[in-house]
T-cell receptor, first 116, second 110 residues
Framework: DGGITQSPKYLFRKEGQNVTLSCEQN?????MYWYRQDPGQGLRLIYY???????QKGDIAEGYSVSREKKESFPLTVTSAQKNPTAFYLC???????????????FGEGSRLTVL | RKEVEQDPGPFNVPEGATVAFNCTYS??????FFWYRQDCRKEPKLLMS???SGNEDGRFTAQLNRASQYISLLIRDSKLSDSATYLC???????????FGIGTKLQVIP
């Protein structure tokens, strides 16, 4: 079955440590995204990538980094520079059609990061 | 003004009731519209796309009003399993520009 796999599902980190969240998709989608969700808030875009070896900052990119070396993979690193990293992180993908006739996002199950 | 606005609720309705949510968007060039459902501590899942002519899927009806820049979701004969947060999603300016509303929480009570 096609889908998006995020790991780990739960992660605990000490302050000052970098952590990397994995996101893999086998939907053959061009575009991939990382969102952050905090309690009582909507999803906020961290980074997105339209194509391999290219990515763009979203609304809250500070303290995060990404790479897109393969179409299937879009890992997110939460660095120690991120001041409030405790959150629910969601990876998504969509078709990369130039004409966005549909373009719905498909989400992974999310990774819940807690900084101790 | 927020790009996508929703009433966060919660909306508490009895089983069998009909409930409607609205969502307004600010970018008149927006091209695609969706309703997602998110259960507590889970990922959002696509409920339905919203087409210009309106569309229905079982008990769910979605409408788009481009002139007034809002979309709506109507749920008929509410079930306990409909309890969730409903996210309004608007896509504009190319496939990378996707904006989520804060979500409307629905609680269906027996």
């Amino acid at each position: 079955d096609g889908g998006i796999t995020q790991s780990p599902k739960y992660l605990f980190r000490k302050e000052g440590q970098n952590v990397t969240l994995s996101c893999e998709q086998n939907l053959n989608h061009d575009a991939m995204y990382w969102y952050r969700q905090d309690p009582g808030q909507g999803l906020r875009l961290i980074y997105y990538s339209q194509i391999v070896n290219d990515f763009q900052k979203g609304d809250i990119a500070e303290g995060y980094s990404v790479s897109r070396e393969k179409k299937e993979s879009f890992p997110l690193t939460v660095t120690s520079a991120q001041k409030n990293p405790t959150a629910f992180y969601l990876c998504a993908s969509s078709t990369g059609a130039v004409v966005p006739v549909r373009g719905e996002l498909f989400f992974g199950e999310g990774s819940r990061l807690t900084v101790l | 003004r927020k790009e996508v606005e929703q009433d966060p609720g919660p909306f508490n309705v009895p089983e069998g009731a009909t409930v409607a949510f609205n969502c307004t968007y600010s970018n008149s060039a927006s091209q695609s519209f969706f309703w997602y459902r998110q259960d507590c501590r889970k990922e959002p899942k696509l409920l339905m796309s919203v087409y210009s002519s309106g569309n229905e899927d079982g008990r769910f009806t979605a409408q788009l009003n481009r002139a007034s820049q809002y979309i709506s979701l109507l749920i008929r004969d509410s079930k306990l399993s409909d309890s969730a947060t409903y996210l309004c999603v608007v896509r504009s300016g190319g496939y990378q520009k996707v904006t989520f509303g804060i979500g409307t929480k629905l609680q269906v009570i027996p």
